[in-house]
């Protein structure tokens, strides 16, 4: 109870000043006394909205992600690979504004995982997300899934990395990075750690195989041994 009361605080806490700033602009809109003002404003209006939405999106993932612990017997068989394939090419008309390359790859099989389809998706969207927002403009994202001997879902990217001393704050619900650029809510890594977690799964921060940038992977159990897990 504690804990679902903390979260509706930070939740209430962190829309209350995008909600403010959106009525602002609005009120800024009404007032323009010419179309170039008023098309500024409106721009603005919409980044704000878009922020909400976002928002929104990661509340109630984490909402849903809460509410299915108690639920992991309804889990199904779910082809990772393809969940994968598919986030990944509704992320290239992202990646391709800030011309970031988007590679996927898949080794091994089969890649299935014991799973809430939904959840695991959220995850994986948190994952590349991420991945281009913080990456360098005209960088590189590898996305890679592969069974060795579980099932190992990782996400690379080229950005600044992050520091030792911050990889255990990165899980913590809206925790953001001291300067970090853009406007993120600070839950993107928190959503992808307490999914992982509801699917026995374990997250792994790392850095690029040059020394440079962020890898996240998440390492699944494969489906036939989450299954003789759910049956005991």
Partial sequence: MMSQRRFIENATHQLRTPLAGLKIQAERALQADNLEAMKQTMGQIKNAADRVAHLSTQLLTLARSESMASHMAEFERVDLKGVVYECCMEWVPKALERNIELGFEARGAPHDVMADATLLRESINNLLDNAIRYSNAGGQINV??????????????????????????????????????????????????????????????????????????VVFPVASDAVRRLKR
């Fill in 144 to 217: 890679l899934v592969r069974l060795s001997p579980r099932v190992l879902l990782s996400v690379e990217d080229n950005g600044p990395g992050i520091q030792a001393s911050e990889t255990d704050k990165v899980f913590e619900r809206f925790y953001r990075i001291p300067g970090s650029p853009g406007d993120g809510c600070g839950l993107g890594l928190a959503i992808v750690k307490e999914i992982a977690e509801l699917h026995n799964a374990q997250v792994e921060l790392g850095c690029g195989p040059q020394g440079t940038g962020t890898r996240v992977t």
